[in-house]
């Protein structure tokens, strides 16, 4: 992955736009280390392969970024994005990384199901 380069995202969402496509999209504070300091609140949420289609995608901020997707009826979107990558499946890969680099908070667009 690279750090967020704004045009070179924009195009890909872009290109998914108006098209039925897949998202994985998750997000962490540590909830997998909780158990080391029991006074710790950790809380993430988790969705894989969810179908959607949005009528456009928008990227915003000066990093972390905000990615935001339009539905019909609503909104996904995903805050504190800082790299990406589109991969050899042409599948859009987004993440954040907190300052210690572990993963935040991830969103990923693909045209077939994820693995």
Known sequence: MEPVIMKKVQDALDHFANKEVYIHMETTNGAYASHHNESFFSAGAYIRNAQI??????????????????????????????????????????AGHDFDGKLAVALQISETPFN
């Open 53 to 94: 289609n949005y009528e456009h995608g928008k990227i915003t901020g000066n990093g972390p970024y905000r990615v935001g997707l339009k539905l019909a009826i609503g909104w996904v979107y995903a805050e504190g994005i800082t790299h990406f990558e589109l991969d050899d499946k042409n599948r859009l890969l987004m």
